[in-house]
């Protein structure tokens, strides 16, 4: 009797108990840029914390933040050195030009990578995993790894979905309404504007076979071993944007928006008591500068640097300005320069007015959860894409630097901190957050679902495995075609016959 009650107590216990499987998951990150990790980063802590144990290659070390995580270090010095602001002019030829800078980037990165000890030792060992997470960005020369391993792979991209990668998974793909990742059009797109991001559309594409594709692929067999993975392979693809920001466009259910993955459960932390003292003492509120990781402040020009310390100093506002070394020649009193600063946390204070930016995705999104107006000047890569969804959205103004003159700055920010952008950032802000579950939630379950159904194969679109000619519909098109022409050909012959006959009558009865 006793041992039945037992025994029911004990089952009832199990029964309450959440059952919950372990993966062994590998994360790949070949490009050193270390905003593209921090984009994920939260990701594989979550992932930890369900108990899944995490083996990360990347450039990043993790410093033991994560849970069951295990690093192999990449040694490579490719982008460590500084990019001056006058590397990009800003022009045209900059924006045709943009693929061959992540080409450039993939070629000094990828054979560095492979070679280095980590990657090697890593190699050696006896691993198995159950599902794989690699970056797609400008290379495949570490997908080998994939096919060492035979896990299902999902993709990560911390950017706007690049040209190639639509394909990938039978996305729509359309150049007459969905704007290149460098040129940044708005939409709707005049007729050049489509004539143009048509033709950069077919162009980076093949760049990218020709360019990084091959490139990668020798390397990969070089020092792998394998051939890399085929990416038309993979199971989902996780895209660092959301509709409400950069536009709506059709998707397939193996690829899933996590914009705002890295901000969406991350809690708002106490600033530096300077930085927090000089935020409060400003009655009118905080201006925050700053151009990134790899710009560096101090490489601003000159004359651009002067006309917008004298816009600062006939401001109310006082300003916060990341610059990494130790002097800035003309400083405003109402300027105070920081080497450091959490940025987030910075944005997210509610005295903070505007945030002048480069335009990474990384720094607007963090303005767009926080509800900060941002004054972009875009460089490079997707940031003129960011600046125009942000005035798209009337939550940004678009500055161009290297023209930007006193009276052009002091209109941009004048524009930028106006009540009605103030509005419509709070507005696109609350859009933002608006979801039924948060980014970090949807992007864990869909990496335990791909593991747990062993590839998730049921999300596959047909357009996958479709050649070029069905799926554009040329050979229906081709033989409606023929239909037509040969219905066209028959009417021709009956109306010929026809008037033949009555002609003939005719000419009979005329005789």
Not at 201 to 213: C, D, V
Not at 404 to 413: D, F, G, L, P
Not at 440 to 455: I, M, P, S
Request: glycine share 6%; with cysteine; proline share 5%.
């Amino acid at each position: 009797m006793h041992l039945n009650v037992y025994y029911s107590l004990l089952l009832f216990t199990l029964g309450l108990v959440e059952t919950c499987e372990s993966y062994n998951i590998l994360v790949i990150f070949g490009h050193p840029g270390k905003s593209h990790y921090d984009v994920f980063k939260p990701l594989f802590q979550e992932l930890g914390e369900r108990g899944h144990h995490i083996t990360i290659i990347s450039h990043v070390a993790t410093k033991g933040d994560i849970k069951n995580g295990k690093d192999v270090l990449l040694s490579n010095k490719a982008l460590q050195h500084v990019l001056d602001i006058k590397d990009f002019p800003g022009n045209r030829l900059q924006k045709y030009a943009e693929a061959h800078l992540i080409a450039y980037f993939a070629k000094h990165t990828c054979e560095p990578s492979l070679q280095s000890q980590s990657f090697q030792n890593f190699l050696r060992e006896d691993n198995q995993f159950d599902v794989i997470l690699v970056e797609f960005f400008n290379s495949n020369c570490l997908y080998g790894l994939i096919n060492k391993f035979r896990a299902p792979f999902i993709g990560l991209s911390s950017c706007s979905m690049m040209q190639w990668h639509a394909q990938w998974f039978g996305a729509p793909d359309n150049p007459s309404y969905i704007p290149s990742l460098y040129m940044a059009h708005a939409v709707p797109m005049t007729f050049l504007q489509r004539v143009e991001n048509t033709l950069v559309y077919l162009a980076h594409k093949a760049w990218y076979k020709i360019f990084m594709e091959k490139p990668g692929t020798n390397l990969s067999k070089q020092y792998t071993g394998y051939e890399p993975a085929d990416p038309y392979n993979a199971s989902l693809y996780l895209l660092n944007t959301h509709h409400t920001l950069h536009g709506v466009r059709p998707l397939p259910p193996s690829i899933v928006e996590v914009g705002g993955i890295h901000v969406s459960s991350r809690k708002i932390n106490r600033l530096p008591a300077e930085i927090e003292e000089w935020i409060n003492r400003s009655e009118a509120g905080l201006i925050y500068f700053s151009l990134g990781s790899l710009l560096k402040g101090y490489t601003f020009p000159s004359e651009q640097l002067e006309a917008f310390n004298k816009v600062f100093s006939e401001l109310p506002h006082r300003v916060l300005w990341k610059w990494e070394n130790e002097t800035m020649t003309g400083k405003a009193q109402n300027v105070m320069t920081s080497k450091w600063t959490p940025q987030f946390d910075v944005l997210c204070h509610p005295n903070t007015k505007l945030f002048i930016s480069h335009g990474g995705l990384l720094g607007t999104t963090e303005a767009v959860h926080c509800g900060v107006p941002v004054l972009v000047m875009p460089q490079f890569g997707d940031q003129p894409l960011n600046a125009e969804a942000m005035k798209a959205q009337g939550a940004g103004v678009l500055l161009r630097l290297q023209d930007a003159t006193y009276q052009s700055i002091r209109e941009a920010v004048k524009q930028a901190l106006s009540p009605e952008t103030a509005r419509n950032a709070k507005e696109l802000s609350a859009r933002f957050r608006d979801r039924l579950v948060p980014p970090l939630d949807t992007a864990a379950f869909w990496v335990e679902h791909v593991a747990r159904h062993r590839g998730a194969r049921h999300m596959r679109s047909a357009a996958v495995d479709m050649p070029l000619y069905q799926y554009l519909l040329l050979d229906v098109i081709g033989f409606l075609g023929a239909l037509l022409l040969l219905y066209t050909y028959l009417v021709y012959l009956i109306l010929r016959y026809g008037c033949r006959r009555l002609f003939s009558k005719k000419k009979e009865k005329t005789n």
